[in-house]
């Protein structure tokens, strides 16, 4: 954040930690001449979409993405799907919705979290075709 305020560079935050770390770049700008209007904050999370949020839940789990998060870096299952886009066409628009009526205009998909090429073409094209026209249009 601190080379983002001091070169003008668009920061890249997490879904999960965007509250704390636009403090941490407000706390950055103040030490230049910029605000926080002269950037497109970007917001990124991972993204699992299935037709119950309990299969896209388990499928993140039991994904590697998923192994890793509780795994290696220990974090709770629940809050490793509450800071990714995980869960029904409607979980996710929704959760876009809310970044959007915050000011956020562009996000990433870090990671569609999948096992195989296949249904990483599948959460591609869900994605593409049913959740992003909702939230452009919303």
């Not at 930690?17 to 497109?40: A, H, K, M, V, W």
């Not at 591609?124 to 452009?136: D, G, Q």
């Amino acid at each position: 954040l601190k080379r983002a305020a001091k070169w003008g560079l668009d920061p890249i935050i997490h879904a999960s930690s965007l509250d704390e770390r636009l403090s941490q770049f407000q706390s950055e700008l103040e030490s230049t001449d910029r605000s926080i209007n002269d950037f497109n904050v970007v917001v990124w999370a991972d993204l699992r979409v299935d037709d119950d949020r309990e299969t896209a839940k388990r499928r993140y789990l039991d994904s590697v993405m998923g192994q890793f998060a509780t795994q290696f870096r220990h974090q709770d299952e629940d809050a490793v799907i509450a800071n990714n886009w995980v869960g029904t066409v409607d979980d996710v628009v929704g959760d876009l919705m809310a970044l959007k009526k915050r000011g956020v205009s562009r996000i990433v998909v870090m990671h569609t979290v999948n096992e195989t090429f296949e249904e990483m073409l599948q959460q591609t094209r869900v994605f593409a075709e049913e959740v992003m026209p909702r939230v452009i249009h919303g």
